[in-house]
């Protein structure tokens, strides 16, 4: 075939081109399937409460405890709702939980940067070894601390207000360990050349640290959020008027001389659970990036 020929349109032959093989499907091990099907059980077990609760939710107080093998009542009873709604000010527990939950989370969030900054870069005399002794807070069970930090709260005229429910716990040695663990993971030489052009600490801190911890962050902002939304015995003894209650102490309300009301309080519990459960879902992406990318690492 000569070049002129080739110009006006023809074409190689193709079928004297060798077909690349189709690639090859990689098999999945049968211990995939088992390690799946195991996830998804323990999903199921860990999810049937919560179904549990949103299904009684629903039933007539009479048909709470009844023993017929029906998992729904025989009607569903939505007043529930609206009496949990009416027969505790749980408006105002909802906004209190919230303002403590989301005060509470930035507090120790912005305490745990700074406290994992100091043991991570900062160098002054000790420093490992006090960093050890404020790392064995985290064994004392908040049992033992709670008549200190009554007396302390007392003295700061803090009893029965939202403060006390704040501020107590928002220096926590977690949170610390957490991003300093992963800041000890960080290469320094992006905070030395900052520091060589004139940046201090706390410029280091907010320009070139902050961006990077983000993941860990979110995980400290999470877990403060939760804790804060779900603790009972410390507000059970610093809060005395039902206007600064938080939600366990709005659920307890449905507890008196006479008995529970399982309907109501399972409707109360399961609005309690969905703020919490929204921020995981909203988070979970950080959450899990912050957990895997050396947080709980460190040298």
């Known amino acids: ?17 060798k077909r690349q093989p189709p690639a090859r499907r990689r098999k999945k091990r049968p211990g ?22 949103v299904a009684t939710s629903l039933k007539p107080t009479s048909e709470v405890f009844s023993t017929g093998s029906n998992f729904l009542a025989s009607r569903v009873e939505w007043s529930n709702y609206v009496t949990a709604w009416t027969a505790i000010p749980f408006a105002q527990v909802i906004a209190n939980s919230f303002l403590v939950s989301i005060a509470g989370a930035v507090l120790t969030t912005v305490v ?53 429910l704040i501020v107590p716990f928002a220096f926590g040695a977690f949170g610390a360990f957490l991003i300093r663990q992963f800041l000890l993971s960080l290469p320094v030489e992006f905070e030395e050349a900052a520091r060589i052009d004139g940046a201090g600490s706390l410029r280091i801190l907010w320009s070139v640290i902050l961006p990077l911890v983000r993941a860990p962050l979110a995980v400290v902002a999470v877990f403060s959020f939760i804790d804060y939304w779900s603790s ?20 307890s309300m449905f507890s008196g ?23 995981v879902i909203l988070l979970q992406r950080q959450l899990v990036k912050g957990v895997s990318m050396g947080g709980f690492g460190g040298r």
């Open 1 to 17: 075939m000569t070049t002129d020929t080739m110009a006006k349109g023809a074409t190689p032959n193709t079928g004297a081109m």
């Open 112 to 164: 745990s940067l700074l406290s994992a900054y100091a043991f991570a870069r900062l160098q002054f005399k000790h420093r490992d070894k006090l960093f050890l002794v404020f790392l064995g807070t985290l064994v004392l069970p908040q049992e033992v601390l709670v008549i200190p930090l009554y007396i302390m709260m007392n003295k700061l005229d803090l009893v029965n207000s939202l403060p006390a």
């Open 232 to 251: 009972f015995l410390w507000p059970l003894i610093v809060i005395n008027d039902v206007s600064q209650a938080t939600i366990p102490l709005g659920l």
């Open 257 to 279: 001389e006479r008995g529970t009301d399982w309907g109501p309080l399972m409707a109360a519990a399961t609005v309690a659970v969905i703020p919490s459960l929204l921020v």
């Open 32 to 53: 995939t399937y088992i390690s799946r099907a195991g996830i998804i059980l323990a999903g199921l077990i860990f999810f049937f409460p919560f179904l549990w609760m």
